[in-house]
């Protein structure tokens, strides 16, 4: 299938650009229940808002779901239940993924095909990512940037703390040089890939891919981030995530 058939709105000669989605997490700050993924928003399973939030993007052209070791078949299932729209076609492949994030994304870039230049790693939990941001994230990866992340300003001063009971303070860094960064984050495919075969995955691996890439060396490029690119860790953020998606479909019709 040529790239053009796959996603017949990329421009011709555009790098081939994939997503990865890192769904294999239990959710355990969510609750007892379903695999926080599988969870419903607005009636819909919040990895295929995921999905299209990422299939949305014009230039990708592929979305690799990392779904739980145990959940492959039941995650392909609930994506073929959901299919695109075709003003949002892309190619979709499910893998297993591991016991920690960096081992699940792990997974993800090695089932890349070789002809991916562009890869997207976002976490299924952050569901409601504008188009513009992924754009923005990719544009920037196009533009010569090794790695890129979406960031945005702390609302809360940051307190550095000693692991005792009960914590004692230890610095107050200056919260003007703080991001708190999200996801999509976009990396030059190679660079990716290297930090993911070199970085050690022991205990709970590291919390994000560009941090792997930066312990390489490399540039990191920050973009605008979003406050709706907000990731679904704890109750609360579940009902933030269906008012904001409740105000999508009464303003945007989606
Ligand atoms: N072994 C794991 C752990 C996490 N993730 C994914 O990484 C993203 C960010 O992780 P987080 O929000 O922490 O999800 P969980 O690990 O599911 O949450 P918790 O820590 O509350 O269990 C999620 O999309 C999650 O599915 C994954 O693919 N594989
Ligand atoms: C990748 C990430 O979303 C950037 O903020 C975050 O580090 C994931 O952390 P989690 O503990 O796996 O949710």
Do not use: C, Y
Not at 48 to 58: C, E, K, P
Not at 97 to 110: K, L, Y
Not at 116 to 144: F, K, Q, S, Y
Not at 156 to 174: H, L, Q
């Amino acid at each position: 299938m040529s790239d053009e058939t796959r996603n017949p709105s990329r421009p011709a000669g555009d790098p081939r650009t994939a997503a990865v989605i890192p769904a294999a997490g239990r959710g355990t700050r969510l609750g007892p229940g379903t695999p926080k993924a599988l969870r419903p928003l607005g009636g819909i399973p919040m990895l295929v808002h995921a999905v299209r939030a990422m299939a949305r993007a014009r230039t990708v052209g592929l979305v690799v779901v990392v779904a739980p070791p145990d959940g492959v078949a039941e995650t392909r299932r609930l994506l073929d239940a959901h299919p695109l729209p075709d003003s949002e076609s892309a190619e979709l492949l499910v893998v297993p993924g591991g016991d920690n994030r960096q081992r699940s994304v792990r997974r993800g870039v090695e089932a890349l095909p070789p002809d991916v230049e562009i890869v997207l790693v976002h976490d299924a939990a952050r569901p409601l990512v504008p188009v513009d941001t992924v754009e923005d994230v990719i544009a920037a990866v196009r533009d010569g940037a090794p790695a890129v992340v979406p960031a945005l300003p702390l609302s809360d001063t940051v307190k550095e703390v000693e692991p005792s009971a009960p914590e004692r303070v230890v610095g107050t860094p200056d919260r003007a040089r703080l991001r708190a960064v999200q996801t999509p984050q976009g990396f030059d495919r190679d660079v990716l890939a290297a930090a993911h075969r070199r970085v050690t995955d022991e205990g709970d691996g590291a919390t994000d891919d560009a941090g792997m890439v930066e312990r390489l060396g490399h540039d990191v490029r920050l973009v605008p981030g979003h406050e709706e690119a907000f990731k679904v860790t704890r109750p609360l953020d579940l009902v933030l995530a269906e008012a904001v998606l409740a105000r999508r479909r009464a303003t945007d019709g989606f």
